[in-house]
């Protein structure tokens, strides 16, 4: 090996160790992927069907597109029936959406999916159309069934609680009792309703485990201050016990304002569960997780963040004529 082969060595390597350093550059290795079994009741009706759970993609400047590719390329590998991706696709502009495209696109199964509150804020409409060409199915307030092999299925998708576009009645319209049904909600906490309509599993997102889960700061930032009874991870039952349902929040692919992320919880996440298996056949992450004690939003927070949404959407309007022009990188996190 030449002299200026070996400089060229030692630089690639100088160049490794300190993107294994920098908490701010994030790689495949930041990824965790948990696997779950799913509910019980699920057992007589499936067998063998595999959903991949993304959410919080965030795509934008704040997150690599790197880290984008990588968790399509870990959901792949999972080799899953379908994929749902619980919301909050942008971060506050609509500058990404070809970027957008071009990930959905990279996804081999069907993909359902469900928007958040960075989504209303940035263009719901615009974002829809985006996921569309990238041959998602949006699920905004709507069900459908889906055939794997000879087994079918029903996804439920509720739009954004948060920014209050969550429409319950709407979105559980036409559902069938008698075929298994899989929820998307951004907001895990719309899940205690879903479990009494039948609905025994919801994946969910928003909260980004907190993305600082060192000295259990997650519990406090998420779970005291933003008021959630579910912060990272399983929850409820997937027995037959009350409650009648379990709910799984992601931990996120990416990040709206900050991306570091610290902790064993809030490393960026890939989530398979598997329907038609025993909970308990394999080892699985964690066991369900007591709730949180929560908060439910007050009328006032409510309001405040509709007209979030409004405020939002005129700025648009004003700046551009065209709903193209807020900048991306400012504002709220999760
Ligand atoms: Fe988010």
Redesign the pocket.
């Known amino acids: 090996m030449g002299r200026s082969a070996t400089i060229e060595g030692l630089r690639k390597f100088r160049k490794t160790l300190l993107r294994e350093r920098d908490p701010w550059h994030d790689t495949s290795r930041r990824f965790r992927i948990r696997r779950f079994a799913g509910p019980e009741c699920f057992l007589e009706h499936l067998d063998g069907v595999r959903v991949a759970h993304l ?2 993609l ?1 795509v934008g400047r704040v997150t690599p597109m790197e880290v984008q590719y990588d968790a399509v390329s870990m959901t792949n590998a999972g080799k899953p029936d379908v994929v749902v991706i619980s ?2 696709f942008v971060c506050h502009s609509q500058v990404y959406l070809h970027d957008l495209t071009d990930v959905i696109s990279q996804i081999d199964a069907p993909v359902f999916a469900s928007l ?3 989504d209303h804020w940035a263009g719901a409409e615009p974002v829809r159309k985006a996921l569309i060409r990238g041959g998602a199915e949006v699920l905004d307030n709507a069900n459908t069934t889906i055939t794997i092999g000879h087994q079918r299925l029903q996804v439920v998708g509720l739009d954004d609680a948060y920014t209050g576009h969550a429409d319950r009645r709407e979105a559980l319209k036409g559902l069938r009792r008698d075929l298994p049904v899989i929820g998307i909600s951004h907001i895990a906490e719309e899940a205690d309703a879903l479990w009494e309509a039948g609905v025994p599993i919801v994946f969910s ?2 909260t ?1 485990a907190g993305q600082v889960t060192v000295a259990r700061l997650h519990e406090l930032s998420v779970g005291k201050l933003a008021g959630h009874k579910y912060i990272h991870g399983l929850y409820g039952s997937r027995g037959a016990q009350d409650p009648k349902g379990a709910v799984y929040v992601g931990a ?1 692919v ?3 304002v900050v991306p570091l992320r610290l902790g064993e919880r809030a490393k960026r996440e890939v989530a398979f569960f598997e329907l038609g298996t025993q909970p308990g056949a394999f080892d699985e992450h964690h066991q369900e997780q007591d709730a949180h004690q929560g908060r439910v939003p007050s009328l006032k927070t409510k309001e405040r963040r509709a007209e979030a949404v409004r405020r939002k959407h005129e700025r648009r309007e004003r700046k551009n004529g065209d709903g193209n022009g807020a900048g991306d990188g400012a504002g709220f ?2």
């Open positions: 959410t919080d965030h919301g909050d958040g509150n960075h997102g928003h980004h996120g990416g990040a709206a996190n999760s």
